[in-house]
Each structure stands twice: as C-alpha cells, then as structure tokens.
C-alpha cells in the first residue's frame, strides 16, 4: 500500500482542503499498516500553471509545510516534500507527455474552467498540468490516492495513461505503473463557498468571506459564519427539506463533517431550528477544531530553518523511491541510459 497525494501551495489552506484532503490524509497516516508509506507533497511545479509571484510561492512553500504539520502530519513517520526538490517528476512527465493524447487533456474541466474564454492566452503547464499530476502518483507506484471530488477527473485521466502506457509498452504480467485508486471522503468531498453554495471553496475566491482560512482567528472564524449566506426557512427534519437550498446544506456538510456524523443526523438533531441558532454553534464547533492548529502553526513558523530541512530530508527519500519506476519507464521506451 503506498498513499500519495499534493497540494498546491498557492494562496492559505481552507477547509475545503482540510476537510476535503488533508484530514484523510492524517488519518490514513495514523492507521498505516506495516509495510506501507505515506508521500505527501507541495505541489509548487504545478503552481506555475497560472500566472504567480515567486515571493509569494518562497513564502507559501515554507507556510505550507508548517500547516500540514500542524494539521497532523508527521515527517518522522510520512514523506513530506516539495516537487522542486524532486526532478524525477517533471522528467516522469515528460515520458508521460508521450502517451497522453490531446483529446484527454481538452476535455479535463479545470482545464476549461482556468483558462476560461481566453484558451489562446493560457500556459501551456495549464493544459499538461493532469500529466504532471499523473507522474506525480505513478512514480511512486500509488495505491491510493486521497483528494477531494474536484480531483476526481484528474486521477481518472492518471489511470488512463497508466493504463494505456502499460498496454502499449510493458507486458501483462509485468507492468511499470500500477493504477492508483481514488479516496475521496463520503461526507465532505466538495465544500462550497459560504457566500455562493454552487461555487466550491477556493483560494482563489477574491472575497476572504467566502471561507475559512486555517488560520482565521476565533473572531474571524465565528464573524465569517454569522455572514454566510442563508436562506429564512427554518431546518428541515429531513435530507429532502435541503433541495434547492445549497447554503444551508453547505453548512449542514460541514457540521456533519466535523462531528463525524451524516447530514441526516446533524439534521435529526436540529430539526427546526433558524440559522440563528444554528450558526453559533457550527462557528464554535469549527473554532473548537481549528484553533490547535492555529497555535502549532504559528509556533512551527518561528522556526523557518527547520521546516525547509524537513522538506529536504522528505525530498531525499522521495528520490530514492522515485528511481526504480523511473529507469522502468525510460527502458520500456527503449531509451539508453
Ligand atoms: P488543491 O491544492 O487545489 O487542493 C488540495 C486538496 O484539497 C481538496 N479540495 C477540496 N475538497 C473539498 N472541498 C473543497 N472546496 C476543496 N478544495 C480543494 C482537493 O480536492 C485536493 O485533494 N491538482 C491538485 C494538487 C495535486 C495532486 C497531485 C493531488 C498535484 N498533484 C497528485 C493528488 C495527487 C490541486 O491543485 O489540489
């Protein structure tokens, strides 16, 4: 078993990758069996795609690292690195880049949704950015993969070139890449934005109202629901009673998932209720969770030295494991090394 997965260190970690991602990722950690690894990693190749401020990626890299510490990650016992430090992923991609057809790439959504009317004007590492996303998991031999339900047409594609490499350049009994299986959260794989519950939440939302960064203050955190967008109908007893009404299932989603419960359930027991009644106790529940993470983050950040050398020792290892699959592809393509 081999979990691998990214994040991109663009813009502060929120909830939706929190609760959609990284707490999976936590939790797999804790629960591995002998034998098996976790790789986690900062996706800072792929932030490029879009236009970006090298200062602020410097920074985020190193804020990134801290706040998935803080979020439980353990680089004694997970892989932890950046794909910088890593060359044999964007080299993977090339030989990837070989098999993936055009045809693929045009149909991935956040392909359409990023470079938007202006297809002629986008980077190219935005069109190949599913490739990149591919060598990052096949190169590791991933088993399973844990993202959120918008990362979900990605590893489709991610299995599609695996598979279509096997077949054209390895035999049956013994392929290079194995294909890599989704993990993707029953209750909160897609949280939406708290000002528009069609849109889901992003970093890259211009309104801060629109989620809760991990390190939103207690105030900012319990401002920020008080403001989310509802609707004046009071809880429905029922799932059915949410049709039509994506804020306040939004809302019911994220309450659900901190608690570890269904919608139905959260729903059982505040059948009802206004949002004027529901709204403090979700701000607190999340203020409950997020505030230890909020101190060992800015506790981890005194410390910028040491958070960059856990990236390198991470990054090391993840070279070591890289080569293998590595030398497998480049001599399947019949390349001599
Ligand atoms: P990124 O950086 O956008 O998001 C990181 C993780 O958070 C999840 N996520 C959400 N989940 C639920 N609700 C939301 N509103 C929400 N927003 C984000 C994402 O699904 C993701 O799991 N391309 C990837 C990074 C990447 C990667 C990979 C992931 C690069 N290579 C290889 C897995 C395997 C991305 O931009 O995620």
């Not at 929190?18 to 999976?24: D, E, F, K, V």
């Not at 890599?180 to 939440?201: N, V, Y």
């Amino acid at each position: 078993m081999r979990i691998v997965s990214g994040i991109q260190p663009t813009g502060q970690l929120h909830l939706g990758n929190y609760l959609g991602a990284i707490r999976n990722w936590v939790r797999m950690q804790d629960e591995l069996p002998d034998g098996a690894e976790c790789l986690f990693f900062l996706a800072d190749m792929h932030a490029i795609s879009m236009p970006h401020d090298p200062a602020a990626l410097r920074a985020g890299t190193l804020e990134l690292a801290a706040a998935l510490v803080a979020c439980g990650i353990d680089p004694a016992r997970s892989i932890l690195f950046n794909q910088a430090q890593v060359p044999q992923h964007a080299e993977l991609q090339w030989l990837l880049n070989g098999t993936a057809r055009m045809g693929w790439l045009s149909r991935m959504t956040q392909f359409k949704d990023k470079s938007g009317k202006n297809r002629e004007g986008a980077s190219v590492a935005l069109f190949t950015y599913p490739v990149l996303q591919a060598a990052d998991v096949l190169l590791y031999q991933a088993t399973h993969v844990p993202v959120g339900e918008d990362q979900k047409q990605h590893l489709e594609l991610a299995r599609d070139i695996a598979q279509k490499f096997n077949n054209d350049f390895a035999t049956e009994d013994q392929p290079v890449f194995t294909l890599p299986d989704p993990i993707i959260p029953p209750a909160a794989a897609r949280i939406m934005s708290l000002r528009d519950g069609t849109a889901k939440m992003s970093k890259s939302d211009p309104s801060d109202l629109s989620r809760i960064n991990l390190t939103d203050s207690a105030d900012e955190i319990m401002k920020k629901v008080k403001k989310a967008k509802t609707d004046p109908e009071p809880l429905p007893g029922e799932p059915a009673g949410l049709a039509g009404r994506p804020e306040a299932l939004n809302l019911l989603t994220i309450h659900a998932a901190l608690t570890d419960q269904t919608v139905d359930q959260v729903l059982a027991e505040h059948a009802g209720q206004g949002f004027g009644a529901f709204k403090p106790k979700l701000g607190e529940l999340l203020v409950e969770v997020l505030a230890p993470i909020t101190v060992r983050f800015t506790q981890l950040l005194d410390d910028r030295t040491a958070l960059a050398q856990v990236l390198a020792d991470g990054a090391a290892r993840a070279r070591e494991l890289a080569k293998p699959t590595l030398e497998q592809a480049y001599s399947a393509l019949g390349m001599v090394r």
